[in-house]
């Protein structure tokens, strides 16, 4: 009597979810694609890649402003006095972060010039908008070449500072603690 194992629903729907999302890649495939090893991974992992591959290739690229509906429009910074200015910054983080934008190296900013970076930089920002639960925008609101020396003050790792210095044959700003620190919504854990 022969005993062959018979794949099970499940298997079967991942190895045809497979065989689409890689019909689907086609059109897009490059040299890139050969860079990870399908190999080690198990077929449901394999089409977890695939599709965020898919979703990054179809993503449509919009002004951050425009991943709202409707378009998420703020008032001048000008416009705002102080505690207006905390309460619509607030409102808005909580709406970017409910849309997946999550905002990192910000307690250096108070919360006018927070605000000022989103309204004149992160919401014009034309990006592509992917659409999938796990997926998250981080944007970092610290150019950490160009602001070397309030990232390496407020945010490097010793590692990082370490590094840097032998690079740079510089010699490091003071470790600080942030002037504005937040508590930040954060991308969760499971994602």
């Known amino acids: 009597m022969n005993e062959s194992k018979q794949p099970d629903l499940d298997e079967v729907?991942?190895?045809?979810?497979?065989?689409?999302?890689?019909d689907e890649l086609e059109p897009f495939l490059d040299e890139s694609v050969n860079l990870v090893d399908v190999r080690s991974m198990s077929t449901p992992a394999e089409n977890e890649f695939l599709a965020s591959m898919l979703a990054w290739e179809q993503a449509p690229i919009l002004p951050i402003s425009q991943w709202f509906e409707p378009e998420l429009t703020l008032p001048a910074p000008d416009l705002l006095e102080g505690a207006e200015v905390h309460d619509v910054l607030w409102e808005t983080i909580q709406k970017?972060?409910?849309?997946?934008?999550?905002?990192?190296?910000?307690?250096?900013?108070?919360?006018?010039?927070?605000?000022?970076?989103?309204?004149?930089?992160?919401?014009?920002?034309r990006e592509k908008k992917i659409d999938l639960p796990k997926n998250f925008l981080h944007w970092h609101c610290l150019d950490a070449t160009t602001e070397a020396e309030t990232w390496l003050?407020?945010?490097?790792?010793?590692?990082?500072?370490?590094?840097?210095?032998?690079?740079?044959?510089?010699?490091?700003?003071?470790?600080?603690?942030?002037?504005?620190?937040?508590?930040?919504?954060?991308?969760?854990?499971?994602?």
């Open 13 to 22: 729907d991942q190895l045809l979810l497979n065989a689409r999302l890689r």
């Open 96 to 125: 970017l972060y409910d849309n997946r934008i999550i905002l990192d190296f910000t307690d250096h900013l108070s919360d006018r010039e927070l605000y000022c970076l989103i309204y004149r930089d992160i919401l014009p920002s």
């Open 153 to 191: 003050r407020y945010y490097a790792s010793e590692h990082e500072r370490h590094e840097w210095s032998i690079e740079n044959l510089s010699t490091l700003p003071e470790v600080a603690v942030p002037p504005f620190p937040r508590r930040m919504p954060r991308r969760p854990p499971s994602s």
